[in-house]
């Protein structure tokens, strides 16, 4: 039986679906009746709880022969670091009470560093107390996701432009779609380590930089979608007029400028590739 988390989201419902079509027993942890009645119906099983629930969440992960964990951030918190290592926190305590034998998390590239990474530090965090608490841990660690264009749609859509973070603007890095990350966290339950902590980095299947996605969108929308810089100055108060909290914006800005510097990049540079590129991810969001 594998117990799957996050199935409301990309990568939880591509790694529950994934492991169904495969044949496997599988059961997902939804926070509503409501949310699990789709996945009944497509054959699981549903445990209802939430992360800082701790006898809900041990009972939904008993009897599990592997489990998938990701850390949802709450963006909008004023204390969204703190917040988020308690909720690291309320998992480990779980899969430790219910006899876990084997993790497998939605980890990020970056994850090796403590610090000067922004909310990767969080899920850095995650990865050490399993490790702590003896949980055999598969952390699959992937680039920047694909789906990260879908924020600045409404400016592509509506002004023409696709602001950028990632600096400059011909700086190219990897960037994967949540697709090919639910499908590296299906298989590495498949096969579960013999390691106390296996790290799989998954790369894209080729690297893009802002002007190659502005390029790309005015080829499939068929109209000139300029690139546009982001000042690093301008970072913060972007992200927090969108609703983000001053220190939710403050960690995603640190990213950023730890992306753009080099500090955040893959230790295996021969690591996983996935194979959704960027023509067919653009493909489907302008479809």
Do not use: C
């Not at 059961?27 to 006898?55: C, L, Q, T």
């Not at 579960?192 to 930089?209: C, F, M, W």
Request: no cysteine.
């Amino acid at each position: 039986m594998f117990v799957i988390s996050g199935v409301t989201g990309h990568t939880g419902s591509v790694v529950a679906q994934t492991l169904l079509d495969q044949g496997h027993p599988v059961r997902v942890i939804v926070r509503s009746e409501a949310k699990g009645e789709s996945w009944i119906a497509k054959g699981a099983e549903v445990a209802v709880a939430d992360i800082m629930d701790h006898d809900a969440m041990t009972g939904a992960l008993q009897g599990a022969s592997g489990a998938y964990f990701l850390l949802p951030p709450d963006l909008a918190s004023e204390s969204f670091i703190e917040d988020s290592f308690k909720r690291a926190e309320a998992i480990v305590a779980a899969a430790k009470a219910a006899r876990l034998p084997h993790a497998v998390m939605l980890s990020s590239v970056g994850a090796q560093h403590e610090d000067r990474v922004g909310p990767i530090a969080t899920i850095a965090h995650l990865e050490r107390l399993f490790v702590r608490a003896a949980i055999p841990l598969t952390a699959v660690r992937p680039g920047y996701f694909l789906e990260n264009i879908q924020d600045v749609m409404p400016a592509v859509l509506h002004e023409g432009i696709y602001p950028s973070m990632i600096l400059p603007l011909d700086f190219k890095i990897d960037m994967v779609a949540t697709r090919d990350i639910g499908l590296a966290i299906a298989a590495a339950l498949v096969d579960p380590t013999p390691e106390a902590h296996r790290v799989i980095e998954l790369k894209g299947a080729d690297q893009y930089s802002a002007e190659d996605i502005a390029a790309e969108l005015s080829r499939q929308l068929g109209r000139a979608i300029t690139p546009v810089a982001v000042p690093q100055e301008a970072w913060v108060p972007q992200l927090t007029a969108s609703g983000l909290s001053r220190q939710s914006a403050e960690s995603l800005a640190e990213m950023h400028e730890n992306i753009n510097n080099g500090r955040i990049a893959f230790m295996d540079q021969d690591a996983r590739k996935g194979s959704v590129g960027l023509d067919a991810f653009v493909a489907q969001i302008v479809a």
